[in-house]
Nanobody
């Protein structure tokens, strides 16, 4: 069993900042790529940012220069620092990770339950 738990969402005014955290726990041997996705009402889930185990990152064009993804491999955690937030950033943000369980040779595509981010005008 692998669990991903997000925290740090909330309500913020446009131009403000939030920091999301994602903690992976359970039967973990290794965590590969970790990422943040978001889903706004009536829209499909989209990639926001992801980070490989070596620290390589990539971002959606809409958040480049405003959001920063990072991770702590020792703690199996990922973070998303969101600056200069806009109302269009309002969504449920989900953490995703590719997890290799202990004594297994496959990768589990794991998701958190999501955390709401609301940006007011």
């Amino acid at each position: 069993q692998v669990q991903l738990v997000e925290s740090g969402g909330g309500l913020v005014q446009a131009g403000g900042s939030l920091r999301l955290s994602c903690a992976a726990s359970g039967n973990i041997f290794r965590v590969n790529t970790m990422g943040w996705y978001r889903q706004a009402p009536g829209k499909q889930r989209e990639l926001v940012a992801r980070i490989a185990s070596d620290g390589t990152t990539n971002y959606a064009d809409s958040v480049k220069g405003r959001f920063t993804i990072s991770r702590d491999n020792a703690k199996n955690m990922a973070y998303l620092l969101m600056n200069s937030l806009k109302p269009e950033d309002t969504a449920v943000y989900y953490c995703n990770a590719g997890v290799v369980p202990i004594l297994r040779d496959f990768v589990l595509d794991s998701w958190g339950q999501g955390t709401q981010v609301t940006v007011s005008p």
